[in-house]
Each structure stands twice: as C-alpha cells, then as structure tokens.
C-alpha cells in the first residue's frame, strides 16, 4: 500500500483525530494508500509534544514553512484559528501540497475568495474541507434518496449543527469567542458547512436568507477570571429560498441546552420524507407516501453501512471517530487518483456557505430578507 506522508499544522483536537485515524487505517479494507503523518507544527512547542511521544522520529517544529519545504510531505492537514486560515491555506497551495482544510475556509467571505483563486490557480493540488457528519450511513443513505428522486416533490428542509457547552456563562473565553479570531461569522463560521454540506451537495442553494442571530452572553472570564468582551454570535437561525423554491431552514447553535453534539437532516417531501439526528446514530425516520394512504413514520436502525467498508460487522454501531475515518477515507481515495464514493466539502462549497453567511450578517443588520450574490 503507498503511503502518503503528511504534515499537521495546529496540533489541537482536531489534528489528534487525524493521527487516530491514520493510526486506525487498517480498520479500513482495500484502500489504495494510507496517510503517514512525517511532520507537525504548531507555534505552541507543548502542543506537540503528544504528536512526538506517539511518533517517535517526527519532525516538530514552529515554523509551518519547513513542513512546505520538505520534499517528503504531498500533503497538509491544517486546523489554525480562522484568521490564519487565508495565508497559511494559500502558502500551502503555492507550495504544491495537497490540502485537508478547516472551515470554514477563511475568517472572511474575501479571504475564502483569495483561498479559491489559489485552488484554480493551481489545478494539480487536491483541496478539500472537513465535515465529517454527512458520513455517516443515515445521511448516506439520504443522499442516495435525494440521487434517486425518492422524495418527490420536496417539501422543506431543515438542517442543523448544535453544541451546548457554551451554556456555563463561567465557561473562559478562547479564540473561537472573539471575533478578531473567529470572524463575524460567529457560530456560523464554526459550525456551518457541517450544515449545508448535504444541501449544496444536493444543488439546494439558498438563494435569500433572513437571519436571526443571538449574542446570548455578551463576556465570559479570561484566563485571570475578570469578565472580557465575547463578540461572536452565539447562534444561528437562518430561513432561506432554496434554488428550487422550497423553504431550507438551517441552525448553528453553540448554546442549545441538552444539545452535546448534535448535528441532523431533514427533508419532507410528497412522495417520502426522512429524518436523521446524531442523537439517535443508528436510527433514521422514513415516511413513505402514496397518495390517500397512510401518513405512518417508520424507524430502521442502520448497522455499520459506509462508503468505504472496514472490518466492522455490519450489525454494530457507528460513531464520531468512524466518520472521521470515513471522510479521511474519502479523501485518501482522491488523492489516489479515484473518483471518491462521497466526495469531502469542495472548496466551492465552502464559498458558497461563506455568500450565505456573509448575507446573513447583512440580514441581521437590516431586519431584513437577504438575496444572496
């Protein structure tokens, strides 16, 4: 099997589920290659000290720019703060490696336009973004619904990303609560392409949006416990006309009390509708319809149906970390040179979501309906 030999830039969270997944790749089957992570960098030494005490020999330093000059490395996955994200996505693309992108994508809707100039500017690089929930199988399984024209006509769809830590007003602030740091965008920018991943996928674009947005703790303590200015929104309602007509309701909310983690997907249409939460990881709601008979829901619990198959038998259950391993699967397979089962988030779309959000912004400013450019 080829390895292919990555460098993380920002060894937070997100950067250690790359490197447990690359240490779980033999869970996948069949797969044309696998990523080895050769090099990190992180301008916080003791950041990577877990990279270095669970890859003995990896190359660590503060500089990203020697991770972009080393021959050795094809590929870049980098998870920064979002202001970071205009200059080092571009650098890495410049350098000719492929890039695993955070969203979203640029702190800004001119910094994602800058980002996407380079990607065209240099066609033979592979860039993609993370959103890792669409993969798992009830979502799969709508997005075939969706291929297939299961739906009929569709009615509306209501798609969301809802956190609830941010609950404890105690909680100290951090990057993703300043806008200097996080962008305008607020919970929009943290959460959203999770959301209109599936949408856009679909050619659901919104084509007007009204937005609600709620400051709901306008400071949270610092690190000396005094009370700092918290700038971001907290979440996010947005009403939008999709490009086919129907309505598309979508959410991202970092105080939505019970809510852990849970992201999902609706679509109701005239001939089936379908529900999927992460609340409820194996279960995904049908309703089929003829027209005069019954408006019954059916629930079905999925096993461990995925785009790329594992060892796992197919009547357990799937979880966070195996989409994760699925999305990078995916983007492994691309970078192999085949066409992936379930492409990740293009850069394009990630545009996209930065027009929505951008046009959300003036939404709230102005009380009023949106038309997105």
């Known amino acids: 099997m080829r390895e292919i030999k990555f460098g993380v830039i920002g060894c937070g969270l997100m950067g250690r589920e790359f490197a447990s997944a690359a240490a779980r790749w033999m869970h996948l089957l069949d797969m044309p290659a696998k990523p080895v992570i050769v090099g990190v960098s992180d301008v916080n030494s ?35 703060p979002h202001n970071l994200h ?14 695993f992108a955070e969203k979203p994508f640029g702190i800004d809707l001119p910094a994602a336009q800058n980002i996407v100039e380079a ?11 993370s959103s890792e929930f669409p993969f798992f199988p009830a979502a799969q399984r709508i997005a075939q619904m969706v291929t297939d024209g299961a739906f009929g006509q569709i009615i509306e769809l209501k798609a969301g990303f ?23 965008y607020g919970c929009m920018g943290d959460l959203g392409l999770h959301v209109l991943h599936l949408p856009l ?30 700038d971001t929104w907290d979440n996010a309602i947005l009403c939008c006309e999709s490009a086919q007509g129907f309505p598309m309701i979508l959410e991202t909310k970092r105080i939505s009390p019970g809510d852990t983690d849970s992201w999902y ?19 995904l709601r049908l309703m089929p319809y003829q ?25 357990f259950e799937f979880g966070f970390s195996d989409a994760i391993l699925q999305m990078w699967a995916s983007f492994i397979d691309e970078l192999s040179g085949n066409k992936p089962k379930f492409q990740c988030a293009t850069p394009e779309e990630a545009l996209a979501s930065h027009h929505l959000f951008t046009a959300a912004l003036e939404s709230q400013r102005t009380g009023q309906t949106v038309t997105i450019a």
């Open 265 to 283: 997907i609706n679509i109701f249409g005239t001939e089936n509708s379908a529900e999927f939460s992460t609340k409820h990881p194996k279960t």
């Open 291 to 315: 027209p005069g008979g019954k408006q019954a829901w059916q629930e079905e619990d999925l096993g461990y149906q995925t785009a790329y198959p594992t060892i796992t038998g197919h009547i």
């Open 201 to 230: 996928r679909f050619g659901f674009h919104p084509k007007n949006v009204r937005a609600l947005l709620s400051n709901i703790f306008s400071t949270r303590p610092n690190s000396a416990g005094n009370p700092e200015n918290c």
């Open 162 to 184: 809802c956190h609830s830590s941010d609950l404890d007003p105690n909680k100290p602030i951090n990057w993703k609560r300043r806008a200097e740091t996080n962008g305008e």
């Open 46 to 80: 003791s950041a990577m000290e877990w990279f270095a005490t669970h890859h003995p020999g990896i190359t660590t330093t503060t500089n990203y720019q020697d991770l972009l000059a080393d021959p050795n490395i094809e590929a870049i996955y980098c998870a920064v």
């Open 119 to 129: 990607v065209n500017q240099t066609p033979r690089v592979i860039v993609r973004c």
């Open 86 to 99: 205009e200059q080092i996505y571009v650098d890495c693309i410049r350098a000719g490696k492929h890039l």
